[in-house]
């Protein structure tokens, strides 16, 4: 091993840290043979992503990690979500997600249209026939029925409300500005337009017609919410001199990804992963992506979905499977590998908790601790004691050499 890193991979277990159920955690129940062996072999702490006490979403955590102040850059979940579905979002759009949904008599009836999966010919429709003078309309199709929407033009705003009525029997809400701006209310005027166009385009639809034929809920509208302005965030090759990459199966973590300047690496598969497989395939494109990109973002998400499941068992069979897809790591060379977790998810409260997540670095030139378990009971002994997600960036840039120094 060289004295020095000269590349980083950040593996972020998304949601593995939990809190002791009768004194034991998933992490270190599952016998993490591969991550223990990177601890042993490294140094360790915990960390708060965005800050103690600070319940994160994946989003806001990401963010922290790859060192952009999520107060500063985070403008809400619409933005993340379009870039994540492919579009090339800029500084400045309104981005919203939506809902494809089912209107009868003008009543909501279905708020996910049946669950409808096939909308590519509908979201078409909408993308060629929805005009509104002077926004410019972009709208793709996600998984299953949702969907993302991008506004681009002049004097708009997201200082707007949703039009999902949250609950079915009610008509689409009508979008109200939240603020006296014209921008404002122009853009209210604008979400309610294509509101009531995509009502007289679809419904009419080929395949929303097959839909009925079947019985099937026709998926002839769309609920639009989470409007949030697209931040410009500086590109992380320009932050850091690093070219990055990410790799990753929900959209979220992909827009974040995209927004922050990473390349999306695709493994094939959209859909979150439920067993270690996909966490190999991951790690594989992972590695082979670290011949040509400095720095890797990897996101392995299906230890978040057993923790809201509230599934200590499946948590813990999950992370013990996924450990064989960091075999290779130990025989890396010349990288900083990082282990973490944007959150915890405990399984007792099936949703995300402020409880420091564990950490660990490992690479030439770390200072080895005394801490030889990858878990969230045992991390805080190690060296790195208790950081911030924004800590991350620059602890990794200086153990690859790559800071500035401050001062004389
Ligand atoms: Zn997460
Ligand atoms: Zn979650």
């Known amino acids: 091993m060289s004295d020095v890193a000269n590349k980083i991979i950040l593996i972020v277990l998304d949601g593995a840290s939990d809190r002791p159920v009768g004194g034991k955690t998933p992490l270190a129940e599952a016998g993490m043979r ?38 500063k850059y985070y403008t809400g979940r619409g933005p993340f979500e379009a870039a994540g579905v492919g579009i090339d979002v800029k500084g400045g759009d309104i981005a919203f997600r939506v809902n494809f949904a089912t209107v009868e008599n003008g009543l909501v009836t279905d708020r996910r249209a049946g669950r409808i999966s096939d909308t590519d010919q509908l979201a078409g429709a909408i993308n060629e026939q929805v005009k509104v003078p002077g926004v410019d309309i972009i709208f793709k199709r996600s998984t299953g029925h949702r969907a993302a929407l991008v506004l681009r033009g002049k004097g708009l705003s997201s200082a707007i409300t949703d039009t999902d009525p949250k609950k079915e029997g009610n008509p689409i809400k009508e979008c109200h ?49 989470g409007a949030g302005v697209v931040p ?37 598969s959209m859909e979150v992963e439920s067993s270690g497989s996909s966490a190999k395939a991951k790690m594989n494109k992972a590695l082979e992506a670290l011949e040509t990109y400095d720095f890797v973002l990897v996101n392995i ?10 599934n200590f068992q ?28 944007d959150h915890s998810t405990p399984v007792s409260i099936k949703d995300h908790s402020a409880d420091p997540v564990p950490i660990l670095m490992h690479g030439p030139g770390v200072r080895m601790d005394d801490v030889a378990h990858y878990n969230e009971l045992i991390a805080y002994k190690g060296g790195l004691h208790r950081i911030i997600g924004l800590d991350v960036m620059p602890i990794a840039l200086d153990l690859i050499n790559k800071t500035k120094k401050y001062g004389a």
């Open 34 to 71: 591969n991550l223990d062996r990177l601890a042993n072999g490294g140094i360790n702490g915990i960390m708060d992503t965005v800050g103690p006490g600070i319940r994160p979403g994946s989003d806001t955590s990401h963010l922290a990690i790859l060192g952009y102040d999520p107060y």
């Open 177 to 225: 500005a939240t603020d006296d701006t014209p921008e404002a209310k122009h853009t209210a005027e604008v979400v309610n337009s294509i509101s009531s166009q995509v009502l007289n385009i679809l419904d009419g639809m080929p395949a929303n017609q097959e839909r009925k034929k079947q019985g099937l809920p026709p998926g002839n509208a769309i609920l639009i919410r």
């Open 232 to 268: 410009h965030i500086p590109p992380f090759q320009e932050r850091y001199g690093l070219k990055g990459a990410v790799v990753a199966a929900a959209g979220l973590i992909i827009g974040i990804g995209k927004m922050c300047g990473l390349e999306y690496l695709p493994t094939g």
């Open 301 to 310: 998400k299906g230890a978040d979905e057993a923790g809201h499941d509230g």
């Open 314 to 341: 499946k948590k813990t069979q999950f992370l013990s499977q996924t450990d064989a897809a960091f075999e290779r790591l130990g025989q890396l060379k010349d990288v900083l590998i990082i282990v973490t977790a």
